[in-house]
């Protein structure tokens, strides 16, 4: 339940950057440019929010240190 608030916040903001940025360049450049750069930015975002979510939940956004201390691989063994 946590990652899917977490998805659906990070969905929200992205969606209002991706419409600010899109109606800024729309208001500079033209209404064609606007209109791909807010495609692009909208649709990236899903990915980008999934790909949020997953660091989120998995705590590397925390605890930046747990590969400090990951532990030394296993000795390879000789086959019998």
Do not use: C, H
């Amino acid at each position: 339940m946590k990652a899917l608030v977490l998805y659906t916040l990070f969905v929200v903001i992205g969606a209002a950057l991706a419409a600010l940025v899109g109606s800024y360049v729309e208001r500079s450049v033209s209404q064609g440019m606007g209109l791909l750069v807010f495609l692009t930015l909208f649709f990236g975002n899903f990915v980008t929010s999934w790909i949020m979510t997953i660091l989120a939940m998995d705590g590397t956004l925390r605890d930046t240190s747990k590969r400090d201390r990951a532990p030394a691989a296993e000795p390879r063994r000789r086959p019998v």
